[in-house]
């Protein structure tokens, strides 16, 4: 199977009122170009799961907010971007917040298989409201459920033919979980290299999770 497409081609799998994770901290880690062909696919409703929403004026998923495309965000770090809270203000944006730590577990669970799991890091605060909670050792945990997502956007620094994954640095944050979370990946690439070339300890993500993958800039 050839798994490497242009951006158009991967995007056209995304339908009106998907669940979409997309990768990285604000610009960083984050695969602008995929970003930049969901701006010019013809979708609605989208639910985006992400840290934020890109950067005011538009940039990255700023791009997409503005375009009216999406519905509702789950993250954790949406005051970065102004138009973001306009449009909560405004009634045209839904939004989950989630802690940073739990926001990448719920990832992971998801794809591991995790029905559930118990965290403390929202115990008593606005974040736990309407949630089941129990003591355990003396103290409060939350309980919290798996994100599962339609796509996933990603962004890594290598990728081979059959879509083994190597990350740079902290683009390692959100982006193999989401890959793992999601029922078709789209990996934006910044090198795409021949099988047998990368060396099988630095593989963070297997080709297995891996459906479409897209070279930087194409």
Known sequence: MNKIVTAKEAISHIKNGDIIAVGGFGLVGCPLNLVEALSE??????????????EPGGKGLGKILMQNKISKAIGSYFTSNIDAVNYV???KLEVELVPQGTLGERLR???AGIGAF???TSAGTLLAENKESRMIDGKEYVLEFP?????ALIKAKKA????????????RNFNPDMATAAKITIVQAEEIVEVGELDPEHIVTPHLFVDFIVEEGK
């Open 160 to 171: 081979d033919r059959l879509g083994n994954l190597v990350f740079s640095k902290t683009a």
């Open 109 to 111: 669970s998801a794809g």
């Open 118 to 120: 118990y965290s403390r």
């Open 41 to 54: 696919h013809q979708v609605a409703s989208l639910t985006i799961i992400s840290n934020n929403l890109g």
């Open 89 to 91: 203000k405004e009634g």
């Open 147 to 151: 994100l599962h997502a339609d796509v």
